[in-house]
């Protein structure tokens, strides 16, 4: 379920990047600092039948995003990834889900930190799973939130 408050940055998480629309990523349920996201296999098909390295890789790297955006005030911060790696554990051959939550005593403690330096980093470590619950790829990175300078407009949607 996506909450009503989240629906704008729902349908921006799947289409508000071109790059992230092409994968038809959908965005499975939102609500405060939590989200679950689908990458369908359909459309997303390498060379030998299974699922894109380089798709499992965006549904990875968009997370980031897509917690900050239910976690912290995106009209006064936005996200940037700063270090991503992927470990391809098995051939992803279904649809893949990702889901993430962050603790309010975590989002709390970002957001304070780059209330006082401008920006803050937080680390995520995500599992990549089949239809089965299987996990596919192991995704770890470092996110920053910054905050938008005087002038600049959030590239998020008004919640």
């Not at 894109?52 to 990834?81: K, N, Q």
């Not at 790696?85 to 889900?97: C, K, L, N």
């Not at 680390?123 to 990175?141: F, H, N, P, R, Y």
Request: some cysteine.
């Amino acid at each position: 379920m996506i909450e009503k408050k989240y629906q704008t940055m729902a349908e921006y998480v799947e289409s508000g990047i071109e790059a992230i629309k092409r994968t038809g990523i959908k965005v499975l349920e939102m609500r405060d600092r939590y989200v679950k996201t689908l990458m369908p296999l359909e459309g997303n098909v390498n060379h030998v039948g299974i699922m894109y390295a380089g798709s499992l890789f965006t549904i990875g790297e968009g997370m980031g995003g897509a917690i900050a955006a239910v976690s912290f005030d995106c009209l006064r911060f936005f996200p940037i990834v700063k270090e991503v790696t992927i470990r391809f554990r098995r051939p992803a051959v279904t649809d893949v889900t990702l889901e993430l939550e962050m603790s309010e005593e975590e989002a709390d403690r970002i957001q304070q930190e780059a209330e006082e330096k401008d920006k803050a980093d937080f680390a995520l470590e995500l599992e990549i799973k089949d239809t089965s619950g299987e996990v596919m790829c192991i995704v770890q990175g470092v996110w920053q939130i910054r905050k938008i300078p005087e002038g600049m407009e959030s590239p998020f949607p008004s919640p």
